[in-house]
């Protein structure tokens, strides 16, 4: 009934910045906290980042607080992971998510994406 669906990744060198988008339907944003997890070559999918309802109380992995920021847009049914100062191990799968509770949407969410590759050069 939820499908989110990403956009925005691709190449980048180390240092750079690109914007992930994730727009929902099937439901409208403002019910769902949403967030972003990613799959390292050779690793299990871990979290990132998310965001509540209104976007007033989110949350960062260590390795990536500081640099990625979490905002969206309910109007427009779409939450963004601003990324900026990659680094080559920032390299990997990243999976928009959705949950109705903040924090079930961190330990996993109910709703995924299809996926989207970074890759992040040297």
């Known amino acids: 009934q939820v499908r989110l669906v990403e956009s925005g990744g691709g190449l980048v060198q180390a240092g750079g910045s690109l914007r992930l988008s994730c727009e929902t339907s099937?439901?409208?944003?403002?019910?769902?906290?949403m967030g972003w997890f990613r799959q390292l070559p050779g690793k299990e999918r871990e979290f990132v980042a998310a965001s509540s309802w209104s976007g007033s109380r989110t949350s960062y992995s260590d390795s990536v607080k500081g640099r990625f920021t979490i905002s969206r847009d309910n109007a427009a049914d779409t939450v963004y992971l601003q990324m900026r100062s990659l680094e080559p191990e920032d390299t990997a799968i990243y999976y928009c998510?959705?949950?109705?509770?903040?924090?079930?949407?961190?330990?996993?969410?109910?709703?995924w994406g299809q996926g989207l590759q970074v890759t992040v050069s040297a």
């Open positions: 998510s959705a949950d109705p509770l903040f924090e079930s949407l961190v330990d996993g969410g109910t709703y």
């Open positions: 099937g439901r409208p944003s403002r019910m769902l906290c």
